[in-house]
Each structure stands twice: as structure tokens, then as C-alpha cells.
């Protein structure tokens, strides 16, 4: 088991396999790092063994976004076998893939959606089609690749007025999806825009039928009838550091302790064996919360 110098257990890896996207919305961090050269698939499943080695647990594909990758199921089959396989989408590629993805082992999809206003989706995304994203979904849906998270960044004075809206097109898949509504993080904008997402707690807890606790940051789950509700906060968040369980690698293969910072990368590229394993346990001694509370 990874445990860092705070007694933080690692259990969730966040591979990202390219920092290339088919859309360019504006607040997009590709997290939080614009990588070089692309790992291969046989580079991500070794990095990956690795880990799970060392007691990781979960894996999520990330970018960028994963599916401009032509290699993208060849990814997903050769990695090592862990307790969950998603994938991180903006989901305009996604009904071309959803079914092979499950075939070669993915579990679940995160689809990222803004927004239900076509016109309004065109021009947060500079050009995305917002039908094939309602396609992406159905499709991830039908091929088992569920519970579906739908991403919904609340953004001050663009969709704040859509929650309500979002929610009823989310019960509509009776509990087959997740709405996660996500706090804007202050990486490569200007700060226009921000929402603090647990402006909307007393909302959701007054009127859930069950309340969760998570165990990865503590998130509370707010369960429904027919869909369920999450609040993703990371921003200016001790709690939400202080109970971080993830680690991050680059799509051209560094470790990347935060997804804040940028100055304690280590390259694990072309590294193997013990070698490897140990240079993955000294990356996670670099990690620190970055919100503290103090």
C-alpha cells in the first residue's frame, strides 16, 4: 500500500493519455499539465502494473480527451486488471466506441456535459456537437458502462440555470447516472465565472432520501429516487485534499503528485522493474495537501 507522509493511502490512479482534444472549452486544465510525447500502450500497461503492484486499486483514463486516440481500446485491453476501469470523455466520440471499450474491459465512463442549450454547448466547447453527446451517453448506457457520471462544471452567469434542467434529463435514465456538479478550478482562466458548489448543500441534504459519504475526499452523495448527486469541490478545500487518495500520471509519463502544482514531477518513463517501483514510492513522499486549512 502507497501512503504519503500525511498517512494519505493511494488507491486511485489517473493515467492521462493525451493532453490533445477534439473541443477547446475555455476552462478545460487537461490536468493540469500540456504534455509531450504520448506514452504507448504497452508504456501505459507497465506504468500501470506498477501501480496496481503497489495497491492501487482503480484506474481512470484522462486527457485531454482519450477517445482522439486510435490506440484508445488496444489501451484499455492491455491493462493490468484492477478493481475499476473508467474513462474520462466529453463524449462526442463515445457511441463509436462504447461497445468495444466494454469488450476490452472498461467499466464505467465520466462524460463531461456543461450544458443542454445546443448553441449555447457549440460555443463553451468552440465547436462541439451536443447531440452526439446525448448519443455518447445513450450508447455508454446500453453498453453497460454505468453508473454513467455526467460532469456539469457550474459556471456564475453561463448554467446556473440549468441545474434543475439537468436533473430531470438525469432521471431520466432511472439511476443509471450520476450528476456530479463541479466547482470551476482556477488553472489557465481568468476566475469569471466561479461558483462555490456547496452553495448548493442544503438544497440536495434537505431533500435526499440518503446521504453517502465517499470514501475518496469525503464527497457526500445525495441519493434520489432515480438518479443520485455529487458536489465536487477542489477548490480551497482542506477537506477535500485531506482525504485525497489519487495520483496522477502524465500522457508522456511523469507522476504528477497534485494536480495543483507542476513543480514536483518525476519522470518514470523508460523505468521498470524494482527501479520503477521505487521511484513510484519516492513521488509519493512529494505529496503534500495543497489546501491545508491552517
Known sequence: ?????????????????????????????????????????????????????????????????????????????????????????????????????????????????DTLDAKKYRAMTRGGKIERVIEGIEAAINAGLTPVKLNMVLISGLNLDEIDEMIKFARKFR????????????????????????RLKERFESSAREIRIRGMQKRRQYIFEDYAVELVKPVDNSEFCHSCNRIRVTADGKIKPCLMRNDNLVDVRGLSGERLLNVIREAILLREPYYRGD
Open 175 to 198: 439511476g443509471k447516472l450520476i450528476l456530479q456538479f463541479i466547482e470551476l478550478v482556477n488553472l489557465n482562466y481568468n476566475g469569471e465565472g466561479y461558483f462555490d458548489v456547496f
Open 1 to 113: 500500500m502507497l501512503v504519503d507522509r500525511f498517512g494519505r493511502k493511494i488507491t486511485n490512479l489517473r493515467i492521462s493519455v493525451t493532453s490533445r482534444c477534439n473541443l477547446n472549452c475555455f476552462y478545460c486544465h487537461r490536468e493540469g499539465y500540456l504534455s509531450g510525447d504520448e506514452l504507448s500502450p504497452d508504456e501505459i500497461a507497465e506504468i500501470a502494473e506498477a501501480f496496481r503492484e503497489l495497491g492501487v486499486r482503480k484506474v481512470k483514463i484522462t486527457g485531454g480527451e482519450p477517445l482522439v486516440r486510435k490506440d484508445i481500446v488496444e489501451i484499455v485491453e492491455k491493462l493490468p486488471k484492477f478493481d475499476e476501469i473508467s474513462m474520462t470523455t466529453n463524449g462526442q466520440l463515445l457511441s463509436r466506441y462504447a461497445c468495444d471499450l466494454k469488450r476490452a474491459g472498461l467499466d464505467r465512463v465520466n462524460v463531461s456535459l
